[in-house]
């Protein structure tokens, strides 16, 4: 699991204060899922994060641009599942 679990990026990317400019359609998508999932409470933001940390461990590669965007280079380091 993602260990910074507690960062703000993550609860502002699943109930859509934070929307950046991404470079991966897969990511928007399912940021925009998690979202809706979140403002009509299918999930609570906490499952929707943990959802979501789970995703962009899972196809961390594909992602990797945009969680550095998101989250800086010193702290991208810490999604990268080895």
Not at 55 to 76: A, P, R, T, V
């Amino acid at each position: 699991m993602i260990t910074s679990v507690d960062r703000k990026e993550w609860y502002n990317l699943v109930t859509g204060s934070l929307q950046p400019t991404l470079t991966s359609p897969l990511l928007k998508i399912k940021i925009s899922i998690f979202n809706r999932k979140v403002n009509r409470g299918m999930l609570t933001t906490q499952q929707a994060i943990t959802e979501l940390m789970k995703d962009c461990e899972k196809h961390y590669e594909l992602y990797k641009q945009d969680l550095h965007q998101i989250f800086g280079n010193k702290k991208e380091e810490h999604l990268h599942h080895s």
